[in-house]
């Protein structure tokens, strides 16, 4: 399924597309195409010896493929602009253009200046966009070797148009196993540890895609790369498409084992962007944060149970308990239970609910703010709960006084 990134990606920019929610562990996955409605437009088409103004016509539709096929590489390069132009909304044009694809291939292996080599990653981008077909031609048509070469370009601009075209390459099944083992994934964590901000967003939406295959999964966990993913995290908008794939990709970690455990742990801030994300983020990415943390909890209580609680995870829990998705309520309960001063059974007479567990947490919980908010956030869950019984109870009972 092809979805969305963030508003704020480079991908996102390049073409229109719905927004979902990357885990491979145990929560579910929606793959990140590249894109908004609308390509990157950070420079202004330049004039060139074809100044023909081009419309989405069958006659002028060839005539762009005619040009993207010519000798001459300005011809080329005007062609390249013409279908990242024509292509930027319309589906029927980038099935029309999907002749295009190796001749746009191509100019990726030419010595060229760099704006052909700008024009014909971006006019692809434009082309696998929503399209499965034409993102499988792309790599089939061996794109994957010059893309790999701009990724680790020393341009900024080539190498986020190189990550935003991975992101959308990933996004096809088809396409996973391919990229995977062709050394990309390295590539990419380093981007998201040393590149541009775009580059770093576009990067880590692409390894979120590659993840949902396990021997990707398995190359991902291999690099290390909690703390610049980590770091991604702390510097983005916790709402954000990028914290949500964040998270999930901190999900698997904390599953690989304890040094990535221990490593979120250790690193200033880490468990407190998550709880952010718990409270803050969107109904996905709040269901992988506290899937980080009861991972965290489960693995080892007694060493995991009180930085967690320091964070102010309590009231966040509380809303998840009520307004988050079926998984993350299960997974909120559980927290809450294990978060809980005491690991003996309780008696019969006062069972496990969730008002017993938060009213046990509220009387260890320092700090006046964070107990109060904790207090009042249970009084709501309360009130929340008895409407629900009370709604339950009077439609059983118009059910049993019918004739």
Known sequence: MDLVGETTSLASTVASSSSSSLSSTATSHHDCDSPRGGDVDHELLRTTSVSVSVSSSSASIQRVLSLIRSEDPESRLFAAREIRRLTKTSHRCRRHFSQAVEPLVSMLRFESPESHHEAALLALLNLAVKDEKNKVSIIEAG???????????????????????????????????????????????????????QAKVDAV???????????????????????PILSLLKSSKKSSKTSEKCCSLIESLMVSGEEARTGLVSDEGGVFAVVEVLENGSLQAREHAVGVLLTLCQSDRSKYREPILREGVIPGLLELTVQGTSKS????????????????????????????????LISHIDGDDQSGKAKKMLAEMVQVSMEKSLRHLQERASTLVRP
């Open 143 to 197: 794109a994957l070797e010059p893309i790999i070469n701009f990724l680790q370009s020393n341009s900024t601009t080539l190498q986020e148009y190189a990550s935003a075209s991975l992101l959308t390459l990933s996004a096809s099944a088809t396409n996973k196993p391919i990229i995977g083992a062709n050394g990309v994934i390295p590539l990419l964590v380093k981007v998201v540890k040393h590149g541009s901000p």
């Open 205 to 227: 939406m692409a390894l979120s895609n590659l993840s949902t295959l396990s021997a990707n999964l398995s190359m991902i966990l291999a690099t290390n790369p909690l703390l």
């Open 329 to 360: 309520r299960t997974k909120a309960q559980r927290l809450l239970s294990l978060l809980r001063n005491s690991r003996s059974p309780r008696p019969e007479v006062q069972p496990d609910t969730i008002e017993n567990i938060v009213s046990s």
